[in-house]
């Protein structure tokens, strides 16, 4: 959810700049603490008991604060029902000074299902059988105010990669919800609902850590072993030697050293346990058995006169040449992915800039033809304009030519009647001369 929620260095932590109804405001920190632990600030608002308005600058954020570090990732999931649907992403944070629960910062696809889910879940229990009740409050901002980064770590185990780690699939939050655990480790929910164990199935980093431990009998924190008999602990041989007596008094001969989680075997006197965690990443690897007291000339474990002992160095140093070998090979391996990446770049670009060239000319062509059209519009209307001057001139040549003919036809009949007339005064003047005569 780091993508999605505010992600950006606080320099100001005071609420001054938050509304009026905001009154919670929660110091949270995630990532495994061996490895690199990312810390910041979130604001909630309030729960108002006296009213059941939800507050009016609500996002689709919701934060579940509390909840019982015995309660696994699957138990949440569960107990969230059909919520699970609507959820894009979950990421678990621990609480400052809070060491036995653990919140949930929940992104919602609308506003009506976190609307709905905060009704549902607020105030309810978790279980019939248990007296912790689900506490939602919607959030208004996240700040995160950097990371302390504790050890180096592997370059394969530092590239955050986009898939999941159980189904092998690509993670898609508008496919399926996103389960970031509390070691920044992503997940579908589908995929870690099934997961019944409260560690991570990546670096098995457990949210519920046990607490500080000491002997029994002297209280000392240091150099500390459980029989896993009877869970009895004692402080070593180096210190007050409770854990040896304890196996002397009661003949349970295994304990399990706290530190390295390695098992001893007093009768044997020796290391039995052949898988340990590693401090660094938490993951199970194969024990690389090394005496600790070469330095102060150990003589109580009779390193150097156990012949199996010799054999278990051997064996050692091949582990650690084939760890070497799987090093440098998962570094040839890295360096090769990179390669091909940068070449799936390059011609990712070069496909980029033959589509934008490709783009430009079509825009182009365009252009050009937006050009020819505007002018063939533009002669269309000129040729429209002189088919009309040619059909006005057509008419008036009709009509002139029609009155021409009709004054051709007054000047005849004016002629015929000015010969007529010219006869008739020819005939009374003949007429007149003859009686004249006469």
Not at 17 to 43: A, C, D, K, Q, W
Not at 88 to 117: H, P, W
Not at 233 to 240: A, D, H, I, T
Not at 257 to 283: M, P
Request: aromatic share 8%.
């Amino acid at each position: 959810m780091v993508e999605e929620v505010s992600e950006r260095v606080m320099g100001d932590c005071s609420t001054s700049s938050m509304s009026s109804n905001l009154s919670e405001v929660f110091h949270f920190s995630s990532g495994n603490p061996r490895i690199e632990e990312t810390r910041g600030i979130m604001h909630l608002f309030s729960n108002n008991h006296l009213s059941s308005h939800l507050p009016v600058d609500r996002k689709q954020l919701l934060c579940v604060l509390f909840v019982p570090n015995h309660m696994t990732y699957a138990d949440f999931c569960q107990f969230c029902g059909s919520f699970i649907q609507h959820m894009l992403e979950m990421r678990i944070v621990r609480n400052d000074g809070m060491e036995d629960c653990y919140s949930i910062l929940i992104r919602f696809d609308e506003q009506k299902a976190a609307d709905t889910f905060h009704k549902h879940f607020n105030g309810r229990k978790f279980s019939s059988l248990e007296e912790e009740t689900c506490n939602v409050l919607f959030a208004a901002d996240v700040h995160y105010t950097g990371s302390i980064e504790h050890t180096q770590s592997t370059p394969a185990s530092s590239t955050e990669q986009p898939f999941c780690a159980v189904c092998l699939e690509r993670l898609d939050q508008d496919t399926s919800g996103i389960l970031t655990t509390i070691c920044n480790h992503s997940f579908h929910c589908s995929c870690i609902s099934k997961w019944t164990d409260s560690s991570c199935p990546v670096c098995r980093y457990c949210q519920q850590q046990p607490g500080n431990s000491t002997c029994s009998v002297c209280q000392s924190p240091e150099n500390l072993w459980m029989c896993v008999i009877c869970g009895f602990v004692g402080c070593g041989r180096y210190k007050e030697a409770h854990a040896t007596r304890h196996w002397k008094e009661t003949q349970h001969c295994y304990a399990l050293e706290l530190e390295t989680r390695r098992v001893w075997d007093y009768a044997g006197d020796n290391y039995v346990h052949r898988l340990i965690q590693s401090k660094t990443d938490g993951k199970l690897v194969e024990l690389n058995h090394h005496c600790h007291h070469d330095n102060d000339g150990c003589c109580g474990c009779e390193c150097g006169a156990d012949p199996e002992f010799s054999e278990t160095i051997l064996n050692s140093k091949v582990e650690a040449i084939v760890n070497e070998y799987n090093e440098l090979l998962t570094s040839q391996l890295e360096d090769q992915k990179m390669y091909f990446e940068s070449l799936l770049q390059e011609v990712e670009e070069e496909i980029a800039r033959e589509t934008k060239e490709a783009v430009e000319k079509a825009l182009c062509q365009n252009q050009r033809l937006t050009k020819l059209k505007v002018r063939l519009d533009k002669c269309i209307e000129e040729k429209k304009f002189h088919d009309d001057i040619s059909d006005n001139l057509t008419k008036n040549k009709e009509i002139w030519e029609a009155k021409i003919l009709e004054i051709e036809e007054r000047e005849k009949r004016a002629l015929k009647m000015k010969d007529e007339k010219i006869s008739e005064l020819e005939e009374e003047i003949a007429t007149l001369m003859a009686s004249i005569e006469t």
